[in-house]
């Protein structure tokens, strides 16, 4: 995706030209997708959190600032609108669980399929079990290959926090992988 044509469809989607919408969801659509899946791990949740995406970019385009690059600002839209949807998420297992302890019933706490995840990628189990705030940054370094800088940027979050959740998470995921680099006899270190 080269960000001079992503700007100038932004630029006509602006102005009202819906062709220019349709270019820049077919050429954002799989990196946007992927972006979200790694982040919920679900192929359900990834698609409802996708059409919230491209509406949350259809009302901020106002904000855009076209002399900024494109995709930073746009990742960093699509995390906002993951941690809307985890936060709906808790608030109604929190909900079913007061229910359940008031005595009115409620059904299972988390839905399956919020748990399901992708095997093909090893390491992508393990990132999942990381909290959000660290799944967040190994997503944007490793998937997306950000430097940490522009993690600090796409996230409005100071370098040394970035560089903070950064470690830890390398360090959970070094801690955890660890007994399966035992099991095979090689080295999963990950750096």
């Not at 359900?44 to 385009?61: G, P, T």
């Not at 960093?76 to 007061?98: A, C, D, M, P, Y």
């Not at 190994?138 to 993690?151: F, G, H, K, T």
Request: charged share 30%.
């Amino acid at each position: 995706m080269e960000d001079r044509l992503l700007r100038a469809w932004v630029v006509r989607m602006c102005e009202g030209d819906e062709a220019a919408f349709q270019s820049l969801f077919e050429a954002t659509r799989a990196h946007t997708y992927s972006m979200i899946y790694y982040l919920v791990g679900s192929e359900k949740e990834a698609e409802d959190v996708m059409s919230e995406v491209y509406i949350a970019l259809f009302r901020s385009l106002p904000q855009y600032d076209t002399g900024r690059p494109f995709l930073p600002w746009f990742n960093g839209l699509i995390i906002r609108q993951v941690r809307t949807q985890k936060r709906k998420i808790w608030r109604s297992f929190r909900l079913l669980e007061k229910a359940k302890t008031v005595g009115q019933g409620g059904q299972g706490a988390v839905d399956p399929e919020l748990e399901a995840i992708d095997h093909k990628d090893e390491i992508l189990p393990y990132v999942k079990d990381l909290s959000h705030k660290l799944q967040e940054v190994i997503v944007l370094r490793y998937y997306q290959d950000y430097s940490l800088e522009m993690i600090a940027e796409v996230l409005d979050l100071p370098l040394g926090t970035v560089k903070s959740r950064h470690h830890a998470a390398l360090k959970k995921l070094r801690s955890r992988m660890g007994t399966l680099a035992n099991e095979r006899g090689v080295s999963m270190y990950v750096h």
